[in-house]
């Protein structure tokens, strides 16, 4: 796909989840180039809403265009949250984490009463699979490494939100929950990028200037 085609399906599905949003909620931002195109659509609507963003890149650009940005503190539930994906598959499951900040973004998928998912189609696939993000200590790395099998780290990444390394996790992923469980039972994993489709309630899907709406949750 061309990158202007995706942009502009990135867009459609961005603008497609602002009109999701109500009045007086409570909403958490995501991170990555579609949630870039979510943000200008839902100060457009100029709502009375607070938000919680998922890294500071995002939290700088909601402020710049007018929304309320609050630490995530102090706050136990969150009425919506709107991320993209790397990857959709069938079933519901997601893979996430392309610009390191999906540790923090599975805490705001989980604490969000609806979760939505945005995504161009060309990040939908049959099944997730490899590369798998993940969000590591730097203590005990080698012995991490050793637990994980193929792993690599991305040196030309900057660290996670809150420090860690980031790496992809290279292992097929034959059984979903069975990675999911693999990766979270792992010491040295912080966090990783395999959402099930528990934590998800719509994927907006965007095909051209059409936008099917999957409800999940």
């Known amino acids: 796909m061309a990158a202007s085609a995706s942009e502009e399906e990135k867009r459609a599905a961005a603008q497609a989840a ?35 963003a998922t890294s500071p890149q995002t939290a700088e ?20 949250a709107i991320d993209g994906a790397d990857q959709v598959d ?16 599975k805490v705001v998928a989980a604490a969000a009463r609806r ?3 945005i995504v161009s189609s060309d990040k939908v696939v049959h099944r997730i699979g490899p590369p798998v993000p993940l969000e590591l200590l730097r203590f005990g790395l080698e012995a991490t490494f050793r637990e994980l099998g193929a ?22 992923v034959a059984d979903r929950a069975a990675a999911s469980a693999r990766l979270d039972a792992c010491p040295g994993v912080v966090g990783h990028g395999i ?8 994927v907006l899907i965007a095909s051209g200037e059409a936008v099917e709406h999957r409800v999940l949750g």
């Open 18 to 52: 602002a009109e999701l949003v109500q009045d007086g909620q409570m909403v958490g931002l995501g991170t990555g180039s579609t949630v870039a195109h979510l943000l200008p659509a839902l100060a457009a609507r100029s709502l009375a809403i607070r938000c919680v």
């Open 61 to 80: 650009v909601a402020r710049s265009l007018g929304l309320d940005v609050l630490p995530f503190s102090g706050i136990e539930r969150l009425d919506i």
């Open 90 to 105: 069938d079933d519901g499951w997601l893979i996430k984490g392309g610009g390191g900040a999906h540790t923090r973004e």
């Open 115 to 117: 979760f939505v998912v």
């Open 151 to 172: 792993v690599r780290v991305r040196s030309d990444s900057p660290p996670s939100p809150d420090g860690g390394l980031i790496a992809d996790w290279l292992e097929p």
């Open 195 to 202: 959402f099930a489709p528990e934590l998800v309630s719509d």
